[in-house]
């Protein structure tokens, strides 16, 4: 993904970038083909420069297939261009809160959202909160000093993050044959949340 800031914009020689990593990329990862990826853009106004470029030097068709999101046809890699200042909030809060210039309202949002976390939400709300710090400390009261881990711990975040995580490990563990003692030590995680980890594999198969 290439995104820029909204005083940004998304040029030829941005497209050639991503592309060549992109290549690159399927060619050296086993397992993974051309069209197991997509090339994503992200800018918050139009990319006429970019949208210019597809279609008269390489031809290709563009579809608006939701306001704001842009499918490229014509190459063997998928293609998509967002425009995140057209797309819906309530469908794309993610997309659309990637930027600087972040209403309290929406950080609200943010923080009431239901989510399942990963490693690379970490990074996404540590970016967040850096861009918006003062629309984060309204929506939340957040001390002014209080530090990015300090607040989203503070909000259930992180803890709840950390445990999604924990809890993707002693499922690998566990599928791996180590007892529910074991990996309850190994991922620091309570006997009882093992336990029900492996009644729900069971139940699974």
Known sequence: ME???????????????????????????????????????????????????????????IEEASPGIYIVHGDYLPIQIIESRKLSIQDNLWLKSLTDDLETEEAHAILREDVKWDIGLDAYLHTLLQANYKSFWEASEMPKKETFEEFFTRVGLIPE??????????????????????????AELPIEKIRSLKTSEKTSN
């Open 3 to 61: 995104y820029k800031s909204p005083g940004g914009y998304l040029s030829v020689r941005d497209f050639h970038k991503v592309y060549a990593y992109a290549s690159l990329y399927a060619a050296i990862t086993g397992g993974i083909s051309f069209s197991d990826l997509t090339i994503t853009f992200v800018q918050k106004r139009h990319p006429r420069e970019l949208i210019r470029y597809l279609t008269r030097e390489r031809h290709y068709t």
């Open 161 to 186: 993050w950390r445990e999604q995580g924990a809890l993707k490990v002693a499922q690998n563990l566990l599928n791996k044959g180590m007892s529910v003692e074991e990996t309850a030590e190994t």
